[in-house]
């Protein structure tokens, strides 16, 4: 199964974003260094899912039925408010890299001043990769292997509620707003 998917470093995935089809299918940010983020898991009570692609531990599962060079992009890109995933990393790693959120009042997603969206894609590029492939059935795949092996940085169909609860707090904390449990639902 990992042959069929196109596994690159998130650097070489932002640089040439053509690698990857203009349609549907599941990816994957693989955490290339897991020592580089234990510290800030082991802060919030979250640990890595031994769900591998290779060697590397699986951080997020996404899916998208249009464009997975889109999406992909978007997560590769300087831009927090229009990332899960980045929104996620970033609010496990706010401590560790001294990021600061910049406020966007009434907005259900936050961003980080320029000079830290700089620093948390620093942090992607050298130690993300991106992994890729096509898929008619993208969305199927993706709940049934988040509620399966709850990747650390996924909040939505995971059965692992606590883990899930734990990054809509920090999530929540870093938009200045107390957790809103009926969320998560």
Sequence with gaps: MTSTYLIQPARAMRDHARM??????VYAMLLDNPEALEPALRRASLKLD?????????????ATEDSLRTRVKCHLSD????????????AVLAEELGLVVWPRPGERYFGFERESELKLSAWVQANVSVAA???????????ALIASRH???????????????????????????????????
């Design 20 to 25: 990857l089809p203009e349609t549907g299918g």
């Design 50 to 62: 031994p769900l591998r692609l290779g060697k590397r531990a699986i951080l997020y599962l996404g």
């Design 79 to 90: 831009d927090t408010c229009i990332s899960t995933f980045r929104m996620s990393l970033g």
């Design 133 to 143: 492939r096509v898929s008619r059935h993208a969305m199927k795949i993706e709940k």
């Design 151 to 185: 990747p650390a940085l996924n909040i939505k169909f995971r059965n692992d509620r606590q883990g899930a609860e734990v990054l809509m707090l920090m999530r929540e904390r870093m938009r200045g707003l107390p957790i809103d449990r009926a969320s998560l639902n």
